[in-house]
């Protein structure tokens, strides 16, 4: 698939607050007048869905209208994001935008829509790091004795993933490519069979979501060895970053709003307004953290510019990998 030039998305994105004011009727009826619906690309019950539904039960009770959320899972959110392209962009179909979306633009050589042409960025407001962990019979204890230890145990070392390019998928092909290590890709069905296997042995490392492995490093079934965010996360706070051993490492997941690409002007301004108030409050931001997560904030072109840097980014990881789809 032919992605738009990159300096075009930006601007779009930039100019999104700039769109012809005829494009919002003048006698419309004030946003939002009914309710409106939260699409997310996965099954309820899971971190997206979380982070969903804590953004979705603030704009509800800030703007006084219900914020449904509607999980549409499959095609690797492909679903959900045709849903969110075909719909009216008069700002009553939003979706949970996440690394999903930058990962399928080279991941899927055909898709029915270009995500960064076809949906307008409107605010990003939560980033989380993933945390590399091994089973504690691996004889290494910190990231440099792994790496060591798989560049001199050349096909020893498994790597599982939550599925073909998903986010602990790409994040440990980036560690394979700028480390030079040797691991063999074990797919996945998600976080938690994932994790069932790298406690029994079965598998050695997997770069899991913070929450599903918090517990079982608290109790020393797993070991840890860096956290992906470019600096240390407050769940893991005695855990070393990626980047600390690995020069230049980074591969946390950001989330955050997106709408049709010609949703008005002021109903994209309101929303990031609202997301940007919501990261300003304390019960919000605590329970933020008690996923691990890391508030984000900004503008529509800031997060604009962020989808644009990660496709970009695992873009060349995909590549690299030769990564195919199921």
């Known amino acids: 698939m032919k992605l738009p030039h990159r300096r075009q998305f930006l601007h ?3 100019g999104t607050a700039a769109l012809p004011m005829l494009s919002y009727p003048a006698r419309a009826q004030p946003y939002p007048s009914r309710p409106v619906r939260l699409i997310v690309g996965y099954a309820a019950g899971g971190g997206n869905d979380i982070l969903a539904r804590i953004m979705g039960q603030w704009l509800s009770e800030r703007l006084g209208q219900q914020f449904v959320i509607e999980n549409r899972p499959g095609a690797g959110t492909n679903i959900a994001t045709e849903m969110l392209v075909k719909a009216p962009a008069d700002g009553y179909t939003l979706m949970l935008v996440g ?4 990962i399928n633009a080279t991941l899927y050589e055909r898709l029915s829509f270009n995500f960064i042409r076809d949906v307008a960025p409107i605010g990003s407001f939560v980033r989380m790091p993933l945390v590399m962990v091994v089973n504690p019979s691996l004889p290494t204890k910190t990231g440099p004795e792994f790496i060591a230890y798989a560049k001199a145990s050349p096909g020893r070392i498994s790597m599982a993933s939550a ?3 998903s986010g602990p998928h ?3 092909e980036l560690f394979k490519m700028m480390t030079g290590v040797e691991m063999l890709h074990v797919p996945y069905r998600g976080d938690a069979p994932a994790l069932t296997d790298v406690l029994g042995g079965q598998v050695q490392v997997y770069f899991s979501g913070v929450p599903a492995a918090l517990e079982h490093i608290k109790t020393g079934k797993l070991r840890p060895l860096g956290v992906t ?3 240390r996360s407050e769940a893991l706070p005695d855990v070393p970053a990626v ?3 690995v020069s230049g490492y980074e591969a946390s997941v950001s989330f955050g709003v997106g709408a049709p690409k010609a949703t008005p002007a002021q109903i994209v301004e309101r929303l990031n307004k609202e997301i940007n108030a919501a990261l300003l409050d304390p019960k919000v931001r605590a ?3 008690e996923i691990a997560g890391m508030a984000l904030g900004g503008s529509p ?4 510019k962020l989808i644009a840097d990660e496709t970009e980014k695992w873009g060349k990881v995909i590549k690299f990998a030769g990564i195919k789809p199921d």
């Open 12 to 14: 779009l994105a930039a």
């Open 99 to 102: 690394p999903a979306q930058a």
């Open 163 to 165: 599925g073909v390019g």
């Open 170 to 172: 790409v994040s440990g």
């Open 229 to 231: 965010t470019a600096n």
């Open 243 to 245: 980047g600390d051993f």
């Open 287 to 289: 329970r933020l953290t």
């Open 301 to 304: 072109a800031d997060f604009g």
